[in-house]
């Protein structure tokens, strides 16, 4: 069975592959069928498998021979592994396919995140609308939850958004009022927290290691993504270790 979750964790990163590409591009995520961007080149379902291809193509298309980016195997495996971890410690419960969807989205918006320094709005609203069902089917949130959630999330980096005068876009507050919808109001402050905390030390890492400047811009999403996901399959276990080692 873990196996089959892997599998279907693979194909379903190649889909988030194309929606990383196609989404802040304004494409359909369905049709054309996939291509080579640098020719053109209709890629064939021999083309398409995921990793298979890309380590059989030795990262190349076949027709130019342009260098296919690393994202497409990575996000693949990545996602696989995402899926399985969650099969995991989940099974097929409900709570399963809450974090295989959650973390489908936070891929998509971290890596176009990254490249495109933007939080399409296409994916805040497929965010709140799976947030809402999901909510509604989980034994554990509910109406009360999501509300208090949504509006703790979307409030706090509202007000930082509006302290640092544009550092922080408005596709952060959009993506934490999506962050609310799923982890509740503790959860949400907690991912805030957590993502300031891993964009201070990448930032400070930049600055020694990397000997940028202390106005390089880093964009926030991949940290509010990464946290989201780790408080929601570890929350418990945060508070406790929280509590033990530095409240002693
Ligand atoms: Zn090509």
């Known amino acids: ?10 194909i379903t990163g190649s889909f ?5 590409y196609r989404i802040p591009r304004q494409m359909s995520v369905v049709n054309p069928p996939s291509a080579c961007p640098a020719c053109g080149h209709r890629l064939r379902w021999y083309e398409l498998v995921p990793v298979v291809s890309f380590i059989m193509q030795r990262g ?46 936070m891929l998509v918006v971290a890596f176009i995140d990254i490249e495109h320094r933007i939080i399409p709005n296409r994916l805040v609203i497929f965010g709140l609308a ?15 939850f999501m509300a208090k959630g949504l509006l703790a999330g979307f409030g706090t980096l509202f007000v930082v958004a509006v302290v ?17 919808l799923f982890l509740g109001w503790q959860g949400v402050l907690m991912a805030i927290f957590m993502a300031f905390l891993a964009g201070a030390v990448y930032g400070i890492f930049l600055m020694v290691v990397m000997g940028k400047g202390r106005k390089t811009a880093v964009p926030f999403g991949p940290f509010l993504a990464g946290a989201t996901i780790t408080v929601y399959l570890w929350s418990h276990q945060i508070i406790s270790w929280y509590i033990r080692v530095i409240l002693g």
Request: proline content about 2%.
């Open 1 to 10: 069975m873990a196996v089959l979750v892997f599998i279907y964790g693979l």
């Open 130 to 144: 799976v947030g809402l069902v999901m909510g509604l089917l989980r034994p554990d949130a509910g109406i009360v």
């Open 16 to 20: 988030l592959n194309v929606c990383i």
């Open 164 to 180: 640092s005068r544009g550092q922080m876009g408005f596709g952060d507050v959009k993506l934490a009022a999506v962050m609310g």
């Open 60 to 105: 190349r298309c076949r027709k130019c021979t342009a260098a296919v980016a690393w994202r497409y195997p990575i996000v693949e495996i990545f996602t696989g592994a995402v899926f399985c971890l969650s099969y995991y410690l989940y099974g097929l419960s409900i709570d399963f396919w809450t974090v295989i969807i959650l973390a489908s989205l």
